[in-house]
């Protein structure tokens, strides 16, 4: 939103509905930087006739403003590249200023901070705004006949509010905005420095410290410092059918089942038919 909008003088007009900005300098901003963007001649929040107006047609430090007295402006908080704090004060003594307006910088674009009662007026509108349309939908429900008096009718006003809202969503499709070019170019930064700060976490690899062992019940386990079985394994037995190297026959061995048909084993005799 630029100064000047709907043909308004800018005394006239409220500075916490405005905003400013210089798309040339966005790219180059930074901390050495930021209060000559701040000074600009089509910046509406800077007071042409503060001390730092008059150090800069000086050409000398901004370092002198904490000898003089007046209005002055002061680099109040940083955080590279995305936001700036500059705060307006007046100056007493070089130990004494009283602050009269906060303006942050987002993204290269310059906003008044609210104060504290333009806060409270605008969370209380909102709030009697609400609770009016709550009460104008409440009686919209409401129906009255002579016979039965005042009764409530959801279903038709419900079905109707559904209407509109889908033929609302219809007219105003969502928009998708392209990124800018401070989002293009600087975005990458911020995310190397939150990488440095919050590296990300190595796995750790976990080794068993003593062998396994088996005990006299035929359970596996793992000692401790202590000396105690932590894990303890049953061995079932064998589901499959394994071969007995050592036999010269087609013998099978199966876990739990007799041996049977092995080669040193004779066959049955054979019976002899009577005649």
């Given amino acids: 939103m630029m100064p000047g909008r709907l043909g308004l003088p800018i005394t006239q007009e409220n500075p916490l509905w405005i905003s400013w900005h210089d798309s040339n300098w966005i790219p180059l901003l930074n901390p050495a930087n930021i209060m000559e963007y701040f000074s600009e001649k089509s910046n509406p929040f800077y007071d042409r006739t503060c001390n730092n107006e008059i150090v800069r047609m000086q050409r000398q430090s901004l370092e002198l403003l904490g000898n003089m007295t007046g209005v002055e402006y002061i680099l109040l908080h940083v955080q590279d590249p995305i936001l700036y704090v500059i705060r307006k004060q007046h100056r007493h003594t070089p130990t004494e200023a009283t602050p009269l307006a906060d303006y942050y910088i987002i993204a290269g674009t310059v906003y008044q901070a609210p104060d504290l009662a333009s806060v409270f007026n ?51 499709p969502a928009k998708e905005e392209p990124s800018s070019l401070f989002q293009r170019q600087r975005v990458d930064m911020l995310l190397g420095d939150l990488l440095r700060k919050f590296p990300l976490p190595l796995p750790q690899m976990h080794q068993p410290q003593n062998a ?22 049953k061995q079932e037995p064998a589901e499959h059918a394994s071969i007995d190297p050592h036999d010269t026959g087609v013998g099978i061995i199966m876990p739990g089942v007799k041996e049977e048909f092995r080669s040193d084993m004779k066959p049955p005799p054979e019976k002899k038919m009577k005649l």
């Avoid at 509108?125 to 709550?134: E, G, I, P």
């Avoid at 939908?137 to 006003?157: I, L």
Wanted: proline share 1%.
């Fill in 122 to 172: 605008s969370r209380i509108l909102s709030t009697v705004h609400h609770l009016q349309s709550s009460f104008e939908e409440a009686s919209s429900y409401s129906r009255y006949h002579p016979s039965k008096g005042y009764s409530w009718d959801f279903a038709s006003n419900k079905a109707l509010a559904e209407k509109n809202k889908t033929e609302k969503n219809k007219e105003t």
């Fill in 212 to 233: 396994s062992h088996q005990n006299q019940n035929g359970n596996v386990g793992s000692n401790n410092s202590d000396g105690q079985d932590s894990v303890n394994i």
